[in-house]
């Protein structure tokens, strides 16, 4: 999938899945976990064919780990300084996510870049969510950048990850508008209802085996 070493994958489920049947779920965080929230809320619901396996956390004590109890699904802590270089936390935290049998893992506010070690583990099978209309403001504080930018229309965007910061095909993106009133926590909580409307419809549309990428184009298949 990188722009480097070509697509791991087409946006399809694997073979072993048959259609319908709920997605293996893994999730990367680092802190107040509203998306993970948003998602596992619609997998109760019932919109969202998934079963939650795995949180996996760089940080201790963050809000997220409490999320994920909460909603009983198990939680653990594996830190970077743990391990002597990148590949192999990564290959830890992948290896984690692969005994629980996860297919696919959201990034939902996890600080860190994964590297071609995570994503070959899973098979590119790895989405993140942007709060900017990418590729605007990619990095740290994007409601920040937007704000002074001045654009009137700002947002948020799921993508598969590649290698590159916020770069991956883009599965969904959600506008909101800019207000002449605003602070950038006034901007981000506008654009953080939309993610958590969003990143749960990327993950049904995954799970229901809807998405296909074409070169940076994640196509929609339609309702079967
Ligand atoms: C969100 O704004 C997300 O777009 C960004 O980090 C924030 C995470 O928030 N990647 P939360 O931990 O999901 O509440």
Redesign the pocket.
């Known amino acids: 999938m990188s722009s480097r070493g070509g697509l791991l994958f087409d946006g399809s489920r694997p073979a072993g899945r048959s259609p319908g049947s709920p997605v293996p779920l893994g999730f990367l ?10 998602i596992l809320a619609a997998v109760e619901r019932g919109e969202l064919p998934a079963e939650p396996r795995l949180v996996l956390s760089d940080r201790a004590g963050v ?2 780990l409490e999320v994920a109890r909460a909603h009983g699904v198990p939680a653990q802590v594996l830190e970077r300084r743990e391990f002597p270089d990148r590949e192999a936390y990564e290959r830890a935290l992948a290896g984690r996510f692969l005994e629980r049998g996860v297919e696919l893992c959201a ?5 860190r870049l994964v590297g071609t070690a995570f994503l070959e583990a899973l098979g590119g099978r790895v989405t ?4 900017s209309l990418l590729p605007a403001f990619p990095g740290l504080e ?2 920040r950048q937007a704000l002074e930018y001045g654009v009137r229309v700002a947002g ?1 965007t799921v993508h598969f990850v590649d290698e590159e910061m916020d770069h991956g095909p883009i599965i969904l993106q959600a506008a909101v508008p800019v207000l002449d009133e605003d602070t950038p926590e006034s901007l ?1 909580d506008r ?2 209802r939309e ?1 958590h409307r969003i990143y749960p419809e990327a993950i049904r549309l995954y799970a229901l085996d809807r998405l296909r990428i074409r070169g940076r184009r994640v196509l929609q298949l339609p309702e079967t």
């Open positions: 965080v680092s802190g107040r976990g509203s998306n993970l929230e948003a809000r997220a990034m939902a506010g996890f600080l993140n969510v942007h709060p994007a409601q948020c981000a654009i953080l993610e």
